[in-house]
């Protein structure tokens, strides 16, 4: 405790890595989170509170989504995430929409399907439209597990068809990949040809099929 009152940000943020998880630890996490100067020590204060009593954690960690670092607004997402905020979930999806940093956004996505499956849906298909390649690729993987867990008819009516070119890919890969008459069109796809499949116009659709075995050199 007395190592976040040290001047040195090194020896703060290091602090956490050692300090014990109550309720005395998690109020000083949240002074710090606050009010510290440093962004690096900002960011271990957030994650720290992700393990810390809901109710001295996620009032703080909502407002951090506003501070003007994205490791921080990272950091609060992924604590937000392992408290299951629901609460949070509007701000974290105006997050996934609006954030500039692509990793912030592309934790936001994540920690929405993580709190709430059901409305984090409308959040994943919209992220297949984001510009960055590893955001949709998050939004993605997330869906596929979704799939695997629901109704993959009703899921992929709830994804609606493409709206640009951007999303056409993701979404017909998803529909193959979930299958959207039900169990007999999940599965492996087949690929006839490695390398056509790799000039795939989308990154976020080919890195999915060689994570799921589909594309082999």
């Not at 490791?71 to 997402?77: K, P």
């Not at 409308?122 to 992220?127: E, G, I, K, M, T």
């Not at 960055?132 to 997330?142: G, I, K, N, S, T």
């Amino acid at each position: 405790m007395i190592a976040l009152l040290s001047s040195s940000r090194h020896t703060r943020r290091h602090a956490f890595e050692t300090l014990r998880h109550d309720d005395q630890t998690a109020y000083a996490a949240r002074e710090v989170l606050a009010f510290d100067s440093d962004g690096a020590v900002r960011a271990a204060a957030a994650f720290f509170l992700g393990r810390a009593a809901a109710f001295i954690a996620t009032p703080a960690l909502r407002d951090a989504l506003f501070d003007e670092l994205p490791m921080v607004r990272h950091a609060s997402l992924r604590a937000l995430a392992m408290q299951h905020d629901a609460a949070a979930f509007p701000l974290i999806t105006r997050a996934a929409a609006n954030d500039p940093t692509w990793w912030v956004r592309r934790a936001a996505i994540v920690a929405a399907a993580s709190i709430d499956r059901e409305r984090s849906v409308p959040v994943l298909r919209d992220a297949l439209e984001d510009p960055f390649w590893r955001v949709r690729h998050a939004a993605v993987r997330a869906l596929i597990a979704l799939g695997a867990e629901s109704d993959p008819s009703g899921l992929a009516r709830a994804l609606g068809p493409a709206t640009s070119e951007r999303s056409a890919g993701a979404l017909s890969y998803l529909r193959k990949r979930i299958g959207v008459a039900g169990d007999s069109l999940r599965g492996p796809i087949e690929v006839p040809n490695a390398i056509v499949a790799r000039l795939d116009p989308d990154p976020a659709v080919v890195t999915a099929r060689v994570e799921a075995g589909e594309v082999v050199s």
